[in-house]
């Protein structure tokens, strides 16, 4: 490691990437508030020329990176310590797990949990099935899974397995710069490695807004349907202000106590509400269904991979790849690195092999169960029910009022989506506190257990994201999903490309760290005779001896030097 490298491991906080960051962050909020219609028109026209001409990219991409993960895993690389040789893991597997899912996509599975399986239920994807039927089920599951499970979890695996790597390894700082040092040198701590890291926390602020835009359309959708409170731009400000205050308030309070009570928390009512639902609904037909889901989704996902929808079934479904799929996998990816360094730091002292098959295999389990519950629950109340869920969340476009409209034909169901309100209200907190600890030792390239960044600071970065979902969400000019959608797909483009280059960083600085294996040397024998040669060969003269190991043609020697005792 160069004296440079040395040197700027001991730097302070650099105050340029925060600054940087944080001025642009500003800058969007006032310009997007003075002229919402000329933004959001220019995001408009770029979300549509890239999911045109690059959706395909973002579908490829994804399928890669799983590819990768699981070659590295199932490699020599796949026993090496994300820590000190011999380190053991810091926390317990079930309180990683409950962390992983809360600092993941813990909100998402409140907000689509019913609106995904019953909109393709109500709209099958590929078309070629009649709306509403068993087949429709089935190919709704498939997508779903295919959605919330295996890719999702892949894109926060790669940058999470990275950071793991050269922080705890290589003893770099957590910024997403580090995971370039194999590939740029010492330039990370110049301005290409600054330029890296202020689009990584742009990005970072820009996924986990969406993320609060969409907790904060399901929270008002909520609040309407228990108090009649209106569905408003007015009330979606007041609540994202009133979660950012909570937030904020957690992430003072720091990992230990702030955001890992919650994250337990959350896990125990999401946990309940899911028992509720099996309990007190078909509790056969779910358990069928779910394992039933699980098998469609494994058949169906070698070409759900790959499918690009080339021959649209009809002109209706020719952008559904786009508005659905291409959406997540931009959104996902811009929050990533949050999610990468947050699963980073409390995953320290695994083996890549357990950090790869834990993270795709814990949380995916999980959302199993959840999407194979709530789906199945859902399809129930329209095949074997009196319906109407289809309608609300297909035919009137009400998404985030989709878990609502579904609780309703359960028992208590006022009390019920009450708590439904609260557990996605802890939900949005745990994202925006996690998100604003992380992203701030992302500005600051500390450790927080190195070195505890001012509270005013992690603050500033929980009011960014608030108000920067507030403004993407009423302040673009198209308001709600659609606005969300547009801004992420153009803000995702960049860390697709950036995804790619990791994936070769990392296996070069892995490989630089075990030293490079030396070549395979293998003996060359002679050509086995059959019977019939060995006997003419018998009649003609003898040959001189001949080694059955082949010469060069020069005449050297292939075979390794003797041992003389020496």
């Not at 393709?120 to 709704?140: I, K, L, M, W, Y």
């Not at 892949?154 to 995971?179: C, N």
């Not at 995953?347 to 092999?353: H, L, V």
């Not at 005013?456 to 920067?468: K, S």
Request: glycine share 10%; hydrophobic share 50%; charged share 15%.
């Amino acid at each position: 490691m160069s004296e440079r490298i040395t040197r700027a491991l001991r730097l302070k906080t650099d105050p340029g990437i925060f600054l940087t960051t944080v001025g642009i962050m500003v800058a969007f909020v006032v310009i997007t508030i003075l002229f919402g219609g000329w933004v959001g028109e220019v995001f408009g026209v770029a979300s549509t020329w890239i999911m045109t001409n690059l959706g395909w990219f973002y579908i490829f991409g994804v399928t890669a990176f799983l590819f990768f993960l699981i070659w590295i895993a199932l490699s020599r690389f796949g026993h090496v310590r994300l820590g000190a040789d011999g380190e053991k893991p810091e926390h317990s597997t079930a309180t990683w797990f409950g962390m992983l899912f809360a600092a993941g996509i813990g909100s998402i599975l409140m907000f689509w949990g019913v609106a995904e399986p019953i909109s393709h239920f109500a709209n099958p994807p590929r078309g070629g099935v009649e709306p509403g039927s068993t087949d429709a089920a089935s190919q709704a599951m498939a997508f779903t899974l295919y959605h919330f499970g295996l890719h999702t979890w892949t894109i926060f695996a790669l940058p999470s397995l990275a950071f793991a790597y050269f922080i705890y390894k290589r003893k770099m700082p957590p910024r997403v710069s580090s995971i370039f040092a194999p590939v740029l040198g010492d330039k990370i701590f110049g301005p290409i490695g600054k330029t890296i890291d202020v689009v990584a926390l742009i990005g970072t602020v820009f996924g986990v807004a969406t993320s609060v835009g969409l907790g904060t359309l399901q929270i008002n959708a909520g609040l309407n349907e228990l108090f009649g409170i209106a569905i408003s731009p007015f009330v979606q400000v007041l609540t994202i202000a009133i979660v950012t205050t909570i937030a904020c308030i957690s992430v003072a309070l720091g990992l230990e106590k702030g955001i890992k009570r919650l994250s337990n928390l959350n896990i125990a009512m999401a946990v309940g509400l899911l028992i509720f639902i099996l309990i007190t609904g078909p509790t056969l037909f779910l358990l069928k269904g779910t394992v039933e889901s699980l098998g469609v989704y494994l058949t169906s996902l070698p070409e759900l991979a790959l499918w690009n929808n080339v021959f649209p079934a009809s002109d209706d479904l020719a952008s559904w790849q786009n508005t659905w799929t291409v959406f997540y996998w931009a959104w996902t990816i811009t929050w990533s690195p949050f999610v990468g360094i947050f699963i980073a730091r409390i995953s320290k002292g695994r083996t890549i092999r357990e950090f790869v098959f834990g993270v795709l295999g814990l949380p995916v389990a999980f959302s199993v169960l959840w999407f194979g519950i709530f789906g199945m629950a859902s399809f129930d109340i329209e095949l074997n029910g009196d319906g109407g869920l289809a309608e609300r969340v297909a035919i009137e476009g009400d998404i985030p009022g989709a878990l609502f409209e579904f609780l309703s034909h359960y028992p208590l169901a006022t009390f019920v989506s009450g708590l439904a309100v609260v557990l996605v209200v802890i939900f949005f907190t745990t994202s925006v506190d996690s998100a604003a600890m992380v992203v701030d030792m992302m500005a600051s390239g500390k450790d927080d257990d190195v070195q505890v960044s001012p509270t005013h600071q992690r603050v500033i970065w929980g009011v960014l994201m608030g108000a920067v979902g507030a403004t993407i969400l009423v302040g673009t000019g198209e308001g709600g999903l659609t606005a969300l959608q547009q801004v992420i797909t153009v803000i995702g483009l960049p860390f697709f490309v950036m995804g790619f280059v990791m994936m070769y960083s990392l296996v070069r600085g892995i490989s630089d760290d075990m030293g490079d294996r030396l070549p395979t040397v293998t003996r060359q024998w002679d050509r086995a005779y059959s019977a019939d040669e060995l006997e003419k060969n018998e009649e003609a003269p003898s040959p001189e001896p001949v080694h059955p190991l082949h010469s060069l043609p020069d005449g050297e020697d292939t075979r390794p030097e003797e041992d003389d005792g020496a």
